[in-house]
């Protein structure tokens, strides 16, 4: 199903994106000798960005499958995820445009493309 398809990939270069940022945030935090609590703290968060953004290529790979529990699973990981981000340093730290439409842009055609393939799927196996 094409829309599966078009969701997974969009999943993909999400998760891709957070990957690619967590590495160069994490290499980043790796020049200091001695990380401070709030330094060290951010490199977690930079930590989370890259295994999140594994763990979203997996779901990538069964949401182009259109498997029913990665939907749900990518519907509420990346959310909870791409959510944070804009509470966070888009709404109170004043992350500008374009950087801030880039991940959630992603979130969101993932989320509505395979929002569709799923909806698709449950009429389908529920006329036969």
Not at 94 to 117: D, H, N, R, Y
Request: one cysteine or more; hydrophobic letters at 55%.
């Amino acid at each position: 199903m094409i829309y599966a398809k078009i969701g997974a990939i969009a999943y993909a270069l999400w998760s891709l994106l957070h990957i690619v940022l967590g590495i160069q945030r994490l290499a980043a935090r790796a020049e200091f000798d001695q990380l401070t609590e709030a330094a060290g703290r951010l490199a977690q968060g930079h930590w989370t960005l890259v295994y999140l953004g594994v763990f979203g290529l997996i779901l990538s790979y069964f949401n182009w499958k259109n498997t029913k529990w990665a939907y749900w699973v990518a519907l509420f990981i990346i959310s909870a995820e791409d959510i944070g981000f804009i509470l966070f340093p888009v709404i109170h730290g004043g992350l500008e445009f374009p950087k801030s439409i880039i991940g959630p842009g992603l979130w969101m055609v993932g989320l509505i493309f395979t929002t569709i393939a799923y909806v698709r799927n449950v009429k389908k196996s529920s006329t036969c």
